[in-house]
């Protein structure tokens, strides 16, 4: 018997259920039909974020920023690039912290950028300041499961 994983849609929201060896097949949305990793990072606010956070089967990694941070819009390209080489085992998400000053304040955010990775609503990993791509792949590999 497979294992079924169940992982949130980054259009809609909708929790999808399936086998973990489809996670690879390119899946949609059973209730919206978009690609379920299209591999682009997604926008957290407060009412998407615990869906994606508390996720079990899809760790996410926020990214913190604010669109005046010099080196947080030097690493835009990086964390971009990054979903499609980290998809479909991890998602991706980007946390204005402007925009979305309570989840900043949640999370104690003094310093940007700041990527933080949760696993089924706990933060595993913290890191503050700009990562290059290699420096990325090395991190969340340290403090990602295989």
Known sequence: MQESIHI???KCGAVNRMPEARRQDRPTCGKCGAALF??????LTVGNFERHAN???????????ASWCGPCRAMAPVFEAAASDFEPRLRLGKLD??????LA??????????????QGGREVARH???MNASMLRSWVRQHLPA
């Open 105 to 118: 304040a949640r999370f104690q955010i003094r310093a940007i950028p700041t990527l933080i990775l949760i």
């Open 97 to 102: 912290t402007e925009a979305e000053p309570a």
């Open 128 to 130: 503050s300041g700009a």
């Open 8 to 10: 949130p849609c980054p």
């Open 55 to 65: 996720a079990q089967d899809l760790p996410l990694l926020v990214d913190c920023w």
């Open 38 to 43: 299209d591999g682009q990072p997604i926008t």
